[in-house]
């Protein structure tokens, strides 16, 4: 080999000629630090891969005990309406049982047990651990007269429910309810609100009406009157009709003052005079007029 000829590849030789280059510990560095790295990452694959089978076994797991008895309860009512297709039972899973008892933890007065059972029966197919409770308790608030509910599993095949159900107070407009929060909903009758009070008022006016009807209660019980009505108009004009009694105008202004005003009437012998009273307008400066159920014309009374 000439030593003017250009080195085009590597060689293994040094610069004597034909001296070998002694490869071996390079060789043996190789084999002790190229396949431990290999061997880690292949050990982490491995370990990867485990974890996501256990995962996924979980999760399989968890959808069989889910649907299996979904699909027993499908394929026994397709069995029986198609018999001719011999088609094999599916027994449920022995953790997915079915729901056998639904346990009422609070007594019902309006919601009816045959609301309840009726949206029972779409949610108690799937088994224990099937039914979503969530849209259960969901679908039981949707009720106009369910305040609140609240659903839970007992094992192994308990369903408890619990209802807290509207309170009405006063009766609000032609077909509404107000709880004692001022909160208007719109239930299907039950029949004992009719005795509730009636209050009226443009939207949004529930909470001030609700309040005002329990001061104007407060100040007629000093004469043996409680409010059977309440109304506030359009403008802000408030109207209060008597239980067996007449109907109090009120006007906007000074509504409180008026009141003191009618009280104070009564309490100086006049009540005899205004017990046949059909209406008392209230809307004067210092007095008010009287429309009687006996006569045809209006008197003025003024102090």
């Given amino acids: ?139 039981l608030e949707l009720n106009p007269w369910v305040a609140h509910a609240t659903v839970r599993r007992v094992w192994p095949d308990v369903l408890v429910i619990n209802i807290r159900e509207q309170q009405p107070i006063a009766r609000w407009g032609e077909a509404s309810l ?28 529930e909470a001030v009406v609700l309040s005002r009807y329990e001061t104007f209660k407060e100040v007629l019980s000093a004469l043996a009157m409680t409010p059977a009505s309440v109304s506030l108009s359009q403008r802000g004009s408030w109207t209060i009709a008597v239980d067996g009694g007449p109907v109090l105008r009120l006007g906007r202004d000074d509504v409180m003052a008026r009141l003191d005003r009618l009280i104070m009437v009564y309490r100086s012998g006049l009540q005899d005079h205004l017990a046949d009273a059909r209406t008392i307008d209230l809307r004067y400066g210092n007095g008010f007029s009287v429309s009687k159920n006996t006569v045809t014309t209006d008197s003025v009374a003024r102090r």
Wanted: glycine share 8%; hydrophobic share 40%.
């Fill in 1 to 139: 080999m000439s030593d003017s000829r250009s080195r085009t590849t590597f060689s293994a030789y040094d610069d004597g000629p034909d001296v070998p280059m002694d490869f071996a510990p390079l060789r043996a560095e190789a084999r002790h630090t190229v396949p431990d790295a290999a061997a880690e990452k292949r050990s982490g694959g491995v370990l990867r891969f485990v974890l996501l089978g256990l995962i996924l076994t979980g999760a399989g797991g968890v959808a069989v005990h889910q649907y299996r008895g979904v699909a027993a309860d499908y394929m026994a009512t397709l069995a029986d309406s198609l018999p001719a297709l011999n088609l094999p039972e599916i027994s449920r899973p022995v953790v997915n049982r079915e729901i056998n008892t639904v346990r009422l933890d609070s007594p019902l007065h309006r919601v009816t047990e045959h609301e309840v059972r009726t949206l029972l029966a779409r949610y108690t197919e799937s088994g224990f651990l099937g039914v979503d409770v969530q849209d259960l308790r969901d679908e």
């Fill in 178 to 205: 107000l709880n004692a929060a001022g909160e208007i909903f719109t239930p299907p009758p039950r029949g004992s609100e009719t005795a509730l009070p009636a209050l009226s008022g443009p939207a949004g006016s």
